[in-house]
């Protein structure tokens, strides 16, 4: 035991000691970022990579509040979480002339919403989120989330739905033409209605299995991410992935400079690196989404740059970012929630 | 004829025969699709051993090395610990007489059963952020010991119950020191409690996620960490290729323990 | 306790005596500090105010207990009454948790004394035999057991296969599927106490009882279940409490489609809702609810073991 104590706080002291000669701490999601990449990277400056992992966003959160937040130099949080990130004052900022790279942001993504002109965050991985059909059990028309929320008889009792309060919610007032955030009372009620009385056709909520049952067949429509549809679709399943009339869901995925970063250099040169074409389409390669930065696509994939679920149509309505509502607005989307799975 | 009538009930042996088989069957499908040239979970694209060389070769190779490392090695240490502490702690509730605070310190074992994980897990990082601990392989092995207590208790407890207390007397009465006689009359027929608990700190230490997931330091994963955290690409039949090097290993290890345990008893 | 093997002179009880606090120091040190505390700051938790989506403010608050308890419509501005929502999650999980515990004694018994009954050189590989398996993370056994059970998978196949049934039983997705999965990821740890206690027993007792012409069923209720009992109620904590908080079960093999303890609590954590006083609140009243059981259960063995 005192052996095994003394090696561990032995090997604590070496991990310290090597902070200081250049390191980079990374809060990331598992198995989202190519080792490849890691090891160019530290091949090319020196700096040795440490990668934590969270499997989701409000985890990655809750660990940091609980007091991993000065451990790690930078995160991968979602949009939504950037900006909750940001208002609690856990994201520290970067100058353009440190990010030199920032040019290379394609424009549409440099003034988002969650971090105007972007002081804190650079792109990641971006995606859309509406729903996939079987097109070997319902062959009509696709073009409505009616088909999630209002189904035909060939999909009822056979929908998954995402277990996830955001995109459920999100599409659900896309539906109805509701806008998000909303106070309107009748509104409200008319979404939680609508989202109970759909829940009868609903055999599932999973997120991390809705690839997975749609291979399967145990679903023969369901709410889903481009970037799961897409593999569905690679495994042999006769997938069609839709950009409904009413709008889907855009999410993207940020990498984030974080409070307290004890390599806050190394950190800056890492995003740097990040933003150069050729590596951000390594990780759009690996990771089956699209990439945020300018000049990416000769390094693409022939697969993944034409993909349909990557590419929507030209006429498709465009998709929306989900918005952090005020507190007690938020308070009635959770409560709506908790009533749809009471 | 006496002796096998009332050892032997009809149907023990078919329900154990069916316990087998509900345990096993899983298994079977996972066994088959390591094998599967498909990147699917699901739908079956003829045999290949990629996933093996993935899980060997492939870029993610070290990382689940290493996490199969600090899996096991946290498990054995973990459920080792565990067992010894819950072991003393069935004595002084069992043998050493009754005592004030007793149904409290029942309580106490049972505790990290009876909090959900989740909460824990949240309430253990902010502790250990608290009182300055890095978190690491430390935090996690401390955090494990501790939640595998009840675990190794309670079959531990359940059979000194059932051990008479006569033996330990007798030995005692020929001048056996307290040491001699727990070594050397009370562990032998304690052991079948002992085994079972530990086998139980053990599987549990080794499946946990959701604690070892808030404890753990950066640069640190376990086999369950990177299996949970796969949601940005799904869950791909590497995992499946590893779990099943996995169950080589446990045979491994019964097969082993049975020769020895043959050997031992073939001996003086 | 009753049966031949507690009659011990109370000298041989207290053994142990003036060795009880070492011997309860590490378990006290473990428990008390790296458990009682953090909780304890749970608890605290649950009397503070939310911070939106995670945190908590250090104000008082007895917003999460309302929450539980009173309902006052979705808009929170209809008269005040009793909040249905989350004893129903309660009723729910408790009576998941308590068939997935029966369905493991019935088969966790028979099995256990199977053991007990082979060779003693073969116990301890039927004992690995039974815990093999879980060598094999639990989500991954899930996701089998799912893929084993789903309407066109491998079950169905072979049971219409052999003529048994003629329309694929539909189990995913059900109470049922979910009461299958906590069985299945929790079923050693009913096996392994209740052979730890069978283990001991003395076979010669029921010779003696059978020579005066009781049955083996008698023989079963009457001896042999009185002197097993500490392994069955070991087992049954084992099973029933941890099942209690299972999420992976439900989400996998039930669907998701309404909350469990353990996916309630998970959403204040993991997930949007974000909640950590309320979450806090739920686990300390889960925590209130299986210490009072267990405190019964303590004290109704002391008062037994007197003489």
Same mark, same amino acid.
């Given at each position: 035991?005192?052996?095994?104590?003394?090696?561990?706080?032995?090997?604590?002291?070496?991990?310290?000691?090597?902070?200081?000669?250049?390191?980079?701490?990374?809060?990331?999601?598992?198995?989202?970022?190519?080792?490849?990449?890691?090891?160019?990277?530290?091949?090319?400056?020196?700096?040795?990579?440490?990668?934590?992992?969270?499997?989701?966003?409000?985890?990655?959160?809750?660990?940091?509040?609980?007091?991993?937040?000065?451990?790690?130099?930078?995160?991968?949080?979602?949009?939504?979480?950037?900006?909750?990130?940001?208002?609690?004052?856990?994201?520290?900022?970067?100058?353009?002339?440190?990010?030199?790279?920032?040019?290379?942001?394609?424009?549409?993504?440099?003034?988002?919403?969650?971090?105007?002109?972007?002081?804190?965050?650079?792109?990641?991985?971006?995606?859309?989120?509406?729903?996939?059909?079987?097109?070997?059990?319902?062959?009509?028309?696709?073009?409505?989330?009616?088909?999630?929320?209002?189904?035909?008889?060939?999909?009822?009792?056979?929908?998954?739905?995402?277990?996830?309060?955001?995109?459920?919610?999100?599409?659900?007032?896309?539906?109805?033409?509701?806008?998000?955030?909303?106070?309107?009372?009748?509104?409200?009620?008319?979404?939680?209605?609508?989202?109970?009385?759909?829940?009868?056709?609903?055999?599932?909520?999973?997120?991390?299995?809705?690839?997975?049952?749609?291979?399967?067949?145990?679903?023969?429509?369901?709410?889903?991410?481009?970037?799961?549809?897409?593999?569905?679709?690679?495994?042999?399943?006769?997938?069609?992935?839709?950009?409904?009339?009413?709008?889907?869901?855009?999410?993207?995925?940020?990498?984030?400079?974080?409070?307290?970063?004890?390599?806050?250099?190394?950190?800056?040169?890492?995003?740097?690196?990040?933003?150069?074409?050729?590596?951000?389409?390594?990780?759009?390669?690996?990771?089956?989404?699209?990439?945020?930065?300018?000049?990416?696509?000769?390094?693409?994939?022939?697969?993944?740059?034409?993909?349909?679920?990557?590419?929507?149509?030209?006429?498709?309505?465009?998709?929306?970012?989900?918005?952090?509502?005020?507190?007690?607005?938020?308070?009635?989307?959770?409560?709506?929630?908790?009533?749809?799975?009471? | 004829?006496?002796?096998?009538?009332?050892?032997?009930?009809?149907?023990?042996?078919?329900?154990?025969?069916?316990?087998?088989?509900?345990?096993?069957?899983?298994?079977?499908?996972?066994?088959?699709?390591?094998?599967?040239?498909?990147?699917?979970?699901?739908?079956?694209?003829?045999?290949?051993?990629?996933?093996?060389?993935?899980?060997?070769?492939?870029?993610?190779?070290?990382?689940?090395?290493?996490?199969?490392?600090?899996?096991?090695?946290?498990?054995?240490?973990?459920?080792?610990?565990?067992?010894?502490?819950?072991?003393?702690?069935?004595?002084?509730?069992?043998?050493?007489?009754?005592?004030?605070?007793?149904?409290?310190?029942?309580?106490?074992?049972?505790?990290?059963?009876?909090?959900?994980?989740?909460?824990?897990?949240?309430?253990?990082?902010?502790?250990?952020?608290?009182?300055?601990?890095?978190?690491?392989?430390?935090?996690?092995?401390?955090?494990?010991?501790?939640?595998?207590?009840?675990?190794?208790?309670?079959?531990?407890?359940?059979?000194?119950?059932?051990?008479?207390?006569?033996?330990?007397?007798?030995?005692?009465?020929?001048?056996?020191?307290?040491?001699?006689?727990?070594?050397?009359?009370?562990?032998?027929?304690?052991?079948?409690?002992?085994?079972?608990?530990?086998?139980?700190?053990?599987?549990?230490?080794?499946?946990?996620?959701?604690?070892?997931?808030?404890?753990?330091?950066?640069?640190?994963?376990?086999?369950?960490?990177?299996?949970?955290?796969?949601?940005?690409?799904?869950?791909?039949?590497?995992?499946?290729?590893?779990?099943?090097?996995?169950?080589?290993?446990?045979?491994?290890?019964?097969?082993?323990?049975?020769?020895?345990?043959?050997?031992?008893?073939?001996?003086? | 306790?009753?049966?031949?093997?507690?009659?011990?002179?109370?000298?041989?009880?207290?053994?142990?005596?003036?060795?009880?606090?070492?011997?309860?120091?590490?378990?006290?040190?473990?428990?008390?500090?790296?458990?009682?505390?953090?909780?304890?700051?749970?608890?605290?938790?649950?009397?503070?105010?939310?911070?939106?989506?995670?945190?908590?403010?250090?104000?008082?608050?007895?917003?999460?207990?309302?929450?539980?308890?009173?309902?006052?419509?979705?808009?929170?501005?209809?008269?005040?009454?009793?909040?249905?929502?989350?004893?129903?999650?309660?009723?729910?999980?408790?009576?998941?948790?308590?068939?997935?515990?029966?369905?493991?004694?019935?088969?966790?018994?028979? %099995?256990?004394?199977?053991? *007990?009954?082979?060779?003693?050189?073969? $116990?301890? @590989?039927? /004992?690995?035999? +039974?815990?093999? !398996?879980?060598?094999?993370?639990?989500?991954?056994?899930?996701?089998?057991?799912?893929?084993?059970?789903?309407?066109?998978?491998?079950?169905?196949?072979?049971?219409?296969?052999?003529?048994?049934?003629?329309?694929?039983?539909?189990?995913?997705?059900?109470?049922?599927?979910?009461?299958?999965?906590?069985?299945?990821?929790?079923?050693?740890?009913?096996?392994?106490?209740?052979?730890?206690?069978?283990?001991?027993?003395?076979? %010669?007792?029921?010779?003696? *009882?059978?020579?005066?012409?009781?049955? $083996?069923? @008698?023989? /079963?209720?009457? +001896?042999?279940? !009185?002197?097993?009992?500490?392994?069955?109620?070991?087992?049954?904590?084992?099973?029933?409490?941890?099942?209690?908080?299972?999420?992976?079960?439900?989400?996998?093999?039930?669907?998701?489609?309404?909350?469990?303890?353990?996916?309630?609590?998970?959403?204040?954590?993991?997930?949007?809702?974000?909640?950590?006083?309320?979450?806090?609140?739920?686990?300390?009243?889960?925590?209130?609810?299986?210490?009072?059981?267990?405190?019964?259960?303590?004290?109704?063995? *002391?008062?037994?073991?007197?003489?």
């Amino acid at each position: 035991m005192k052996l095994l104590f003394t090696t561990t706080s032995a090997l604590c002291l070496l991990a310290s000691a090597a902070a200081a000669e250049g390191t980079l701490s990374v809060y990331h999601w598992f198995e989202y970022m190519p080792q490849e990449l890691v090891d160019k990277f530290t091949a090319e400056t020196g700096i040795a990579v440490t990668i934590d992992t969270y499997d989701s966003n409000e985890a990655m959160l809750a660990s940091l509040k609980a007091g991993k937040l000065g451990q790690y130099d930078v995160a991968v949080p979602a949009d939504f979480m950037v900006a909750i990130m940001g208002a609690s004052g856990m994201l520290d900022t970067f100058t353009a002339e440190e990010m030199t790279n920032i040019a290379n942001i394609a424009p549409q993504w440099l003034d988002v919403p969650f971090d105007q002109g972007r002081k804190s965050s650079i792109p990641y991985q971006w995606g859309s989120t509406s729903f996939a059909v079987n097109r070997d059990v319902y062959k009509g028309d696709i073009s409505s989330l009616g088909i999630i929320f209002n189904p035909p008889d060939e999909l009822k009792g056979k929908i998954n739905v995402l277990d996830s309060q955001n995109e459920v919610l999100i599409l659900g007032s896309l539906y109805l033409g509701i806008p998000q955030c909303s106070t309107d009372r009748d509104q409200l009620r008319a979404l939680s209605e609508m989202l109970v009385n759909a829940k009868q056709h609903w055999a599932s909520f999973g997120s991390d299995t809705a690839k997975d049952v749609m291979v399967s067949g145990d679903a023969a429509a369901g709410m889903i991410y481009n970037g799961f549809a897409a593999k569905a679709r690679a495994e042999g399943a006769n997938v069609e992935y839709s950009y409904p009339k009413e709008g889907h869901v855009l999410w993207m995925d940020n990498m984030v400079l974080l409070k307290d970063a004890p390599n806050r250099d190394n950190a800056i040169k890492f995003m740097n690196f990040l933003l150069e074409p050729e590596n951000a389409a390594a990780v759009t390669n690996y990771a089956a989404y699209t990439s945020g930065v300018l000049g990416v696509e000769p390094f693409l994939d022939e697969a993944i740059r034409t993909s349909p679920e990557n590419n929507p149509p030209a006429d498709a309505t465009p998709g929306v970012f989900a918005q952090v509502c005020d507190d007690e607005t938020q308070a009635l989307y959770d409560a709506i929630w908790i009533n749809l799975k009471k | 004829m006496a002796l096998r009538s009332v050892r032997h009930y009809p149907g023990f042996f078919s329900v154990a025969l069916i316990c087998l088989i509900i345990l096993y069957a899983p298994l079977v499908v996972v066994m088959i699709y390591s094998f599967n040239a498909s990147p699917s979970l699901t739908n079956w694209g003829g045999v290949s051993l990629r996933w093996y060389f993935d899980v060997f070769t492939g870029p993610e190779a070290p990382r689940f090395k290493a996490a199969a490392w600090n899996s096991l090695t946290i498990a054995i240490l973990a459920s080792t610990i565990a067992t010894g502490i819950a072991t003393a702690a069935a004595l002084a509730m069992l043998r050493s007489g009754k005592f004030k605070g007793r149904s409290l310190t029942f309580a106490l074992i049972n505790l990290p059963l009876m909090v959900p994980e989740i909460v824990i897990a949240v309430a253990t990082l902010i502790f250990f952020t608290m009182v300055g601990i890095t978190t690491g392989y430390l935090t996690i092995l401390i955090a494990h010991i501790t939640f595998c207590i009840p675990f190794a208790y309670l079959p531990i407890a359940a059979r000194l119950q059932g051990i008479d207390g006569s033996y330990e007397a007798a030995a005692r009465d020929l001048y056996a020191t307290r040491l001699q006689s727990f070594f050397l009359v009370l562990l032998p027929l304690l052991a079948p409690g002992v085994v079972s608990g530990f086998l139980l700190a053990f599987i549990i230490s080794l499946d946990d996620f959701i604690i070892t997931n808030f404890v753990k330091g950066a640069g640190m994963e376990t086999l369950p960490t990177a299996i949970f955290g796969s949601v940005k690409q799904g869950i791909k039949p590497n995992i499946m290729a590893i779990s099943t090097l996995m169950l080589a290993v446990s045979i491994l290890f019964v097969t082993l323990s049975y020769l020895i345990n043959r050997k031992g008893r073939k001996g003086p | 306790m009753a049966g031949p093997a507690t009659d011990s002179g109370s000298s041989a009880e207290s053994t142990y005596r003036s060795a009880r606090i070492p011997l309860l120091v590490p378990t006290w040190v473990m428990i008390g500090v790296f458990l009682v505390l953090p909780v304890a700051l749970m608890a605290v938790y649950s009397f503070l105010t939310k911070e939106m989506r995670g945190g908590v403010i250090w104000e008082f608050s007895l917003a999460a207990y309302d929450q539980f308890f009173v309902n006052r419509g979705l808009f929170g501005d209809e008269p005040a009454s009793l909040e249905w929502t989350y004893i129903n999650v309660f009723a729910r999980s408790i009576a998941q948790a308590g068939i997935a515990t029966v369905l493991c004694l019935l088969i966790g018994f028979p %099995t256990a004394w199977f053991i *007990a009954t082979r060779p003693p050189e073969t $116990r301890g @590989v039927w /004992l690995f035999l +039974i815990t093999v !398996p879980y060598w094999v993370n639990l989500l991954i056994r899930t996701v089998s057991l799912r893929f084993l059970i789903r309407e066109n998978g491998p079950l169905n196949d072979a049971l219409m296969g052999a003529g048994v049934i003629s329309q694929p039983l539909a189990l995913i997705n059900t109470d049922f599927a979910v009461q299958l999965g906590l069985f299945y990821s929790y079923l050693p740890f009913m096996v392994l106490p209740v052979y730890a206690a069978v283990e001991r027993y003395n076979f %010669t007792w029921s010779e003696a *009882a059978a020579d005066l012409y009781a049955s $083996r069923w @008698v023989v /079963l209720r009457e +001896i042999v279940l !009185p002197i097993v009992k500490p392994g069955i109620i070991a087992g049954c904590l084992l099973v029933f409490i941890p099942s209690l908080g299972a999420f992976l079960a439900p989400n996998l093999l039930g669907g998701a489609k309404s909350f469990m303890i353990g996916s309630l609590i998970d959403e204040q954590f993991k997930k949007s809702l974000g909640n950590w006083p309320f979450g806090a609140a739920v686990s300390m009243i889960l925590m209130s609810l299986v210490l009072i059981l267990l405190l019964l259960y303590a004290r109704s063995t *002391a008062r037994q073991e007197r003489p």
